[in-house]
T-cell receptor
Framework: AQKITQTQPGMFVQEKEAVTLDCTYDTSDPSYGLFWYKQPSSGEMIFLIYQGSYDQQNATEGRYSLNFQKARKSANLVISASQLGDSAMYFCAMREGTNAGKSTFGDGTTLTVKP | DAGITQSPRHKVTETGTPVTLRCHQTENHRYMYWYRQDPGHGLRLIHYSYGVKDTDKGEVSDGYSVSRSKTEDFLLTLESATSSQTSVYFC????????????????FGEGSRLTVL
């Protein structure tokens, strides 16, 4: 079974609007970390945001926030006030337990921001 | 930005030839990783290292070997390249578990595009 599921292969959003990218995860370990990465068309991988399983509050980094719903095992990325430069592939990832920081990635969601 | 460089950035080779990709970091991070990225598969872990000469397998390690003789360098070797190893290879580093850091976020190199004909 996939540990990280991103069900939206592609998403469109109008510039300046908010968008939510879905991510669900599967683990039996009580300690884990959830991450989002951005991959623009140029190909580099950029870390965006981190949420620990024991963190009480949702993580935020500028226009990015992580909507963490532990009981539902979901870790959706919310991008507020979308910009054209947000057009990219977005990957959700999970690190389970204290296992060497290894992350398992989802298949990604391609976000296109329309002007 | 994390100091990670990969070489070569692009390589075309023939089936059966050996290939070595190099990852060099200037951040002194303990952990180094090699991932491959293929369409429809996200990133999949090949091997990782948790210290000099300490390495372990990831989920797609068959056909690959690694070595880490210095903290800053992590080499990925394809002993006999096959067409199924055509991919984009990413090196990543992490300071997970050091200095109290528990996140484990990865910092990536620019990627190396390998084509095996």
């Amino acid at each position: 079974a996939q540990k990280i599921t991103q069900t939206q292969p592609g998403m469109f959003v109008q510039e300046k609007e908010a968008v939510t990218l879905d991510c669900t995860y599967d683990t039996s370990d009580p300690s884990y970390g959830l991450f989002w990465y951005k991959q623009p068309s140029s190909g580099e991988m950029i870390f965006l945001i981190y949420q620990g399983s024991y963190d009480q509050q949702n993580a935020t980094e500028g226009r990015y926030s992580l909507n963490f719903q532990k009981a539902r095992k979901s870790a959706n990325l919310v991008i507020s006030a979308s910009q054209l430069g947000d057009s990219a592939m977005y990957f959700c990832a999970m690190r389970e337990g204290t296992n060497a920081g290894k992350s398992t990635f989802g298949d990604g969601t391609t976000l296109t921001v329309k002007p | 930005d994390a100091g990670i460089t990969q070489s070569p950035r692009h390589k075309v080779t023939e089936t059966g030839t050996p290939v070595t990709l190099r990852c060099h970091q200037t951040e002194n991070h303990r952990y180094m990783y090699w991932y491959r990225q293929d369409p429809g598969h996200g990133l999949r872990l090949i091997h990782y290292s948790y210290g000099v000469k300490d390495t372990d397998k990831g989920e797609v390690s068959d056909g690959y070997s690694v070595s880490r003789s210095k903290t800053e360098d992590f080499l990925l070797t394809l002993e006999s390249a096959t067409s199924s190893q055509t991919s984009v290879y990413f090196c990543a580093i992490s300071d997970f578990g050091t200095s109290g850091r528990v996140g484990g976020e990865l910092f990536f190199g620019e990627g190396s595009r390998l084509t095996v004909l």
